[in-house]
């Protein structure tokens, strides 16, 4: 602690300067080490003349699903067409409410999941994402 | 304390924690008289998701993700792109384009659009089938402009009880803007609807991944040819005096006054005649609403499967408390202005009331600049907290057919159409 001293001290006199100067009862000074955000603005865009409008490519943002049996199948049964951030973003659900989103993906969005998958699937949401289960 | 600066250099603790440990000192010589009882608390990020009990925020609760001719939004999800507007871009009628909420069906949507080669086709039930490009769409028809709400029918999802499956949006779903194009009876009209025609189908760049006709292949919607709001909608090349964000439908999109969103095909290409009623995915099974009061029902009913639905069409009368948010507390006697947007889809706002009570007693706010009957309308009211306590500011708004908000929610399986009276919680300290 020692060599710590006249740093602190020297800190310390100046807070007290300027508080006193304020004339007011504050807390100041506190930072919370943090970790850098992930957010950077991006470069602005080079524009040709032509006719071509692009907004670039669109970021991939995929969440971390909860780790347990079924993950692997889900992400390979549907991610054709969505994220696993359509799961991640639900409320915790009843199973039979996952039960029935799967069974909506099957028959009415014609996805093609085996029914050993889909009921791989379902155990999985089950097991993770239900009110009594989901963790994350 | 100790062991933090056993961890840390000589250089970090005078960086971070030097003005810290002169703030505790500090107090231990001045006795503390006025100051917090608690060291300031490091910010806590919002939990990744919410339930099983109501959203608790106004937005939802996603990370900050940057897109391409966006501001900062809110990530619901990136593929298709669900994206959410921050609540603090409603203080003005307007909301800009950079700030607009997304939201997408279908995972390939485009990145680049070559105008080149994009084309506006009039097809199906026609006497003349027609192609227009951008250039015909600016210059060989007349240009009209209208304010317009665009909402997500799923706007405030995350707020019914029991939770539905969905986009969970909060109340960032929606915006304002001053919409530019061509007037859809205009084209129709160029084209000839036969007779016998029903409806007219719209379809956009928008595509998906599943099989030929599925949901998850084409995103198609209708609307009757006898709808009346087929006289108000317009192909919209301008938003807000710009070309649309790619990610709001560039190069046009429908606009269909006082209907929510679903109907406001971006990226439009298609303007299909149809003579019969469009059965597809989007029209039958989804975006449909129950045919009851306030198109509300309770799980138990529809289990029964006897509520016979509709599709969802105008939007009912909201509005909105912006600022405060509840970000800040506010000293006793501080004088507020407490103000929002308000909106309805059944034609322009007759008045808005706030409270200060929680709903209790009400007191008319003043409205803003009127830039039509489909915009938001500005409101805003003077409110002087006399004291120290928790108060529940409320606001809730009647439209030109008379409708007033209601202090209850809806249920439905979709999710759609919530428009309770919103409250929030104003935090006053003493000021002295």
Redesign the interface.
Known sequence: ?R??KW??IT??S???LA?IALRA??????????EP?A????LP?VFST?????????????PALATGDGKETLEADCS????P??V??????PAE?WAA?VEKMRK?????IPDDDAKKIVEYLSAHYT?ET?K? | M?SL?GKTN?RK??Q?L??????I???R??GG????AQ??S??KPIP?????GP?PYWNSP????????KS?LI???????QLETPRRAFLSAFTPNEAFFVRWH??L????????TWRLHVEGNVERPIELSFPDLMTRFKAVSLASVNQCSGNSR?LFQP?V?G??WGSGAMGNALWTGVRLREILDGAGVKAGSLQVQFEGLEK????R?????RFLKSLDLNNPVLDECIVAYSMNHE?L???NG??VRLVVPGFFATYWTKGLTSIRVLDQTDDN?WMK?AYRIPDTPRNSTTPEEMKSGKVPTIPIARMPVRSFLISPDGSSKVPAGFPLRLQGVAFSGYGGIRKVEVSADGGVSWRDAQLGEDFGPYSFRMWSADWTPPRAGKYTVAVRATDAKGNVQPDAGVWNPGGYEWNKIERQEIVVGDAS
């Not at chain 1, 957010?39 to 991006?42: F, G, L, V």
């Not at chain 2, 949507?109 to 080149?116: A, G, H, M, R, S």
């Not at chain 2, 006709?213 to 292949?217: D, E, I, P, Q, T």
């Open positions: 602690m060599r710590f740093p602190g800190i310390l100046l807070f007290l508080a009862d504050f807390r100041a000074g506190y930072y919370a080490p943090t955000g957010m950077r603005q991006a865009d032509d006719a071509n409008y692009s907004a670039g490519q669109f970021p991939l943002l995929e054709l067409c969505h994220t951030r359509f991640t973003m639900q409320p915790p659900l409410t989103e009415v969005m014609g996805a093609s009110p989901r994350r | 100790a600066i000589r603790w005078l971070i030097g003005g810290s440990a002169a703030a000192a500090f107090q010589v001045f008289s006025g100051l917090a060291e300031p490091a910010p990744d998701f919410t339930g099983p959203n996603g990370q900050w993700v940057t897109y391409p001719q900062p990530l619901l999800t990136d593929r298709p792109v279908l995972p949507i485009p990145n680049t659009v070559d105008l080149k995350s939770r499956a986009g969970q998906g991944m599943g099989p006709g599925y949901g998850s292949n070309p964000p790619l990610l560039f190069p995915f099974a």
